[in-house]
């Protein structure tokens, strides 16, 4: 073990109004330089054409390789029979993948469609509702006008035909 006890170290105490120190910040100099962009890290993003084209390009790839195969075996009735068995579900799996985007396009084709034929029908209805207020809003003031009118003995027949009301309307 060590003994510390007999290496003596002069010690200082200071006051206290010494220990404590204000820190002032530091500026630093701006550059006026413009700062390079943060870099993006690239994902690898496909639409679904790309992702149809990419299995169609797998399938074929499948099927020369399949294909390479019976030349290499050798061709007879054998080996055409082979890659008839080979070259049947890899067509199947591209012919319903293919159908299966397809339908999955035509859906998400038909819900877009569907929401904007909803947003138009509430705007109709919105502006359904603002014309009965504004019909509302015109005939309280008519009616206002027609009452005015009668208290100053003033005839109202030309307002009534102007405004093409049915007789007894008021």
Do not use: C
């Amino acid at each position: 073990m060590t003994d510390f006890s007999s290496t003596s170290t002069p010690t200082r105490s200071m006051p206290l109004s010494d220990q404590t120190e204000t820190l002032k910040p530091i500026e630093e100099p701006q550059t006026t330089e413009a700062q390079p962009a943060p870099r993006r890290v690239a994902h690898l993003t496909t639409t679904s054409g790309q992702r149809t084209a990419l299995v169609v390009l797998v399938g074929i790839i499948a099927l020369a390789v399949a294909f390479i195969v019976m030349l290499l075996v050798g061709v007879s009735s054998e080996s055409i029979n082979a890659l008839a068995v080979f070259a049947t579900p890899i067509a199947s799996m591209v012919a319903a993948y293919y159908g299966i985007t397809l339908s999955i396009q035509q859906v998400r084709s038909e819900r877009a469609e569907k929401e904007k034929a909803i947003a138009r029908a509430d705007a109709a209805d919105a502006a359904s509702r603002e014309t009965e207020v504004w019909a509302a809003q015109m005939e309280s003031g008519l009616r206002v006008a027609m009452a005015q009118l009668g208290a100053a003995r003033i005839g109202t027949e030309a307002v009534e035909k102007a405004a093409g009301t049915p007789d007894g309307f008021f």
